[in-house]
């Protein structure tokens, strides 16, 4: 009997250093992460929309000076800010591309939309510095007046706000985009009157 007992013994302790060296009893699973709600993954999405623009609209709200006493000068002001802005449009198309669709119904149609827009914007741009770059230093008047031709263009694209209007068509993007502090910069830089346009030479 004492020898089995001993033979007992020696198993339960051999149990025992088996489990010591498997690193005991395993750790219970993490928590599981908490879902977001529809209201957070809009305002999350319509964030990331806005905060692409605000650059973009930072850039066209700060034309250069205008000066046709230094009318070469000028229009090279002009054209780096217009080139400017185009670059800004084109670092905002990569964010919306890798935001995806809205996270609301016809999410796709809206995401394709907002891109819309703005590839349109940029395309407005790319033709208003097509004409800065075609404008002639040498004949002031005329620089003049495409500068000021461009100035309204570019205070008309800030004022329609075609973005603004595509985020508002959907009642959920709406309140997101009423309570998303990047949207309120947007609405801010497309406020009218944001863009000061030089007065028509003579």
Known sequence: MGGHRRVAVLLALAVVLAGCS???PAAPPA???PSRT???LAADWTGAVCGALVPVLGRLTRPPAFDLRA???TRAAYGTYLAEGIAETDRARATLAAAGPAPVPDGDQIAEQVRGDVADLRA???DAKQQVD????ADPISLGRTLVG???LVGALLSSAEVVRTLNGSPALRDAYARTPACGQLQHAVAPATTPVPAPPT
């Open 71 to 73: 009318p070469e000068a």
């Open 31 to 33: 928590p599981p992460t």
């Open 22 to 24: 498997s690193g005991g």
């Open 38 to 40: 529809p209201q957070e």
């Open 124 to 126: 407005s741009l790319v």
């Open 150 to 152: 461009v100035g309204h």
């Open 134 to 137: 075609g404008a002639d230093p």
